[in-house]
């Protein structure tokens, strides 16, 4: 068993609708995998193009995941990104199983093209390299409890004024520190620590 981050990169709908346009996905997905340093197994079902990838982190894991769907928005197919982390194991035919594979390919129902969705641990470790956004709890499979639910966009830049962490106040340089999006406000945190005392105090509001 082991524990990792497990992205689940899936084209779905017109740009996998036909076999030929899937395996034009799956040879993208492949090539661009590839390019970012990643050996990813693609494949493909009835309705999409998918391949599943790991990383030690969630932040690595972000900056894949983002780096995936700059690539492919590039080559005119539209990626949908899901993410959770957890344990799996890998079987001897290559294939991973575990929950986090399951939730990752599942979070994929949630998400709109060219979106990341991750799970809140993914969420907060990834808050550093990507701008996080809640998308609410939500149920996203019949057979789980709904969760808090995160999309992963792209850092748009900021000054190097200074904010504050609102939850220990600590002078943050905005460029660099974890990021949370609610609507039109953006939020700067000191640590993961900070972020999920945020989020969890939000919760309870
Ligand atoms: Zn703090």
């Given at each position: 068993m082991t524990d990792r981050v497990v992205i689940h990169a899936g084209v779905v709908a017109g740009a996998a609708r036909t076999p030929e346009l899937r395996r034009e996905a799956i040879g993208t997905l492949t090539q661009v995998l590839r390019e970012l340093g990643h050996?990813?197994?693609a494949w493909e079902t009835a309705t999409t193009?998918?391949?599943v990838v790991t990383c030690p982190d969630p932040a690595s894991a972000g900056a894949l995941a983002l780096a995936l769907v700059g690539a492919?928005?590039?080559r005119l197919a539209r990626l949908r990104v899901g993410i959770d982390s957890g344990y799996f194991v890998t079987s001897s035919d290559g294939t991973l199983r575990g929950a986090a594979v399951d939730v990752a390919r599942d979070l994929i129902a949630i998400a709109s093209d060219g979106w990341i969705v991750c799970t809140e641990r993914v969420a907060i470790?990834?808050?550093g390299v990507a701008d996080v956004r809640p998308l609410g709890v939500r149920r996203f499979d019949p057979a789980r409890r709904p969760a808090p639910l995160y999309r992963l966009a792209p850092r748009a830049p900021r000054s190097a004024l200074d904010?504050?962490?609102p939850v220990c106040a600590r002078a943050l340089d905005p460029r660099?520190?974890?990021r949370l999006t609610i609507g039109e406000t953006s939020h700067h945190f000191c640590s993961a620590?900070?972020?999920s005392a945020f989020l969890a105090r939000g919760a309870r509001a």
């Open positions: 050996a990813g197994s193009a998918s391949c492919l928005n590039l470790g990834a808050a904010e504050r962490d660099t520190a974890p620590a900070c972020m």
